[in-house]
């Protein structure tokens, strides 16, 4: 198992930047994907980004070339930082890890808002 707890979120204006984190409670070196999701109420849940264990990593054409993930696995700790923020941005983001095919866990998540 692997507990996950986002932080970084808060009120930003558009054109801002903001970096979430997601800290997992053991070592994240052998986990094959972490990743961010976001949701808006009344919405599913959509993908953002992933970062693979090799340092592989996909995003959604919405965030591409905005948002960068990244990983530090001394620190146990996923990284998503945010430029050039739009208001459609605004979203609970939660972080996911996927240690093998069958199992993924999620954090709480953290709220993002951005103002205009």
């Known amino acids: 198992q692997v507990q996950l707890v986002e932080s970084g979120g808060g009120l930003v204006q558009a054109g801002g930047s903001l970096t979430l984190s997601c800290a997992a409670s053991?070592?994240?070196?052998?986990?094959?994907?972490m990743g961010w999701y976001r949701q808006v109420p009344g919405k599913q849940r959509e993908f953002v980004a992933r970062v693979t264990s090799s340092g592989g990593t996909n995003y959604a054409d919405s965030v591409k070339d905005r948002f960068t993930i990244s990983r530090d696995n001394a620190k146990n700790t996923v990284y998503l930082q945010m430029n050039s923020l739009k208001r459609e941005d605004t979203a609970v983001y939660y972080c996911?890890?996927?240690?093998?095919?069958?199992?993924?866990?999620w954090g709480q998540g953290t709220q993002v808002t951005v103002s205009s």
């Open positions: 996911n890890a996927i240690p093998d095919v069958k199992s993924i866990y």
């Open positions: 053991r070592s994240i070196f052998s986990i094959n994907s």
